[in-house]
């Protein structure tokens, strides 16, 4: 499997093989940053059981609110090209390359699901830039 040679852009750490509301992904155990393919993404926004507080919403909505701006853009694991900075509904980032998949801190795949979540505009509007 060549997925088993993936590694963090960040760590550079062998990414183990694990699942997201049971979407394969792939985890870095270094930074618990998540590689999601486009089609996992798909999944996991679209996925309905998880229901959420108000208060977890908040929470995930704070905990990205920081600017990760300074950083410079991670290379796609699939192709190997700048990933695109995207500004999500202003307040979260994300490494995305579009078709490929996405590189995601464990928070930002809770704030992504919280958004989706809130309407289906929202929803398809995500999908649409992520490119599933
Ligand atoms: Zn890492
Ligand atoms: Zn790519």
């Not at 998949?101 to 929202?122: F, N, P, R």
């Amino acid at each position: 499997m060549s997925d088993s040679s993936l590694v963090c852009p960040r760590c550079r750490l062998s990414l183990d093989p694990d699942s997201y509301e049971g979407a394969p992904v792939h985890r870095c155990a270094g930074c618990w940053g998540y590689w999601v393919s486009a089609s996992s993404l798909g999944t996991i926004l679209t996925a309905q059981e998880e229901v959420f507080s108000k208060a977890e919403r908040q929470q995930a909505m704070d905990r990205v609110a920081e600017d990760p701006s300074s950083e410079e853009p991670l290379a796609c694991l699939a192709c190997g090209r700048s990933m695109i900075k995207r500004v999500v509904l202003g307040s979260v980032l994300v490494d995305a390359c579009p078709g490929h998949g996405a590189w995601l801190d464990t928070g930002e795949i809770k704030s992504l699901q919280v958004l989706a979540e809130i309407d289906d505009a929202v929803r398809r509007w995500l999908l649409e830039k992520m490119g599933c």
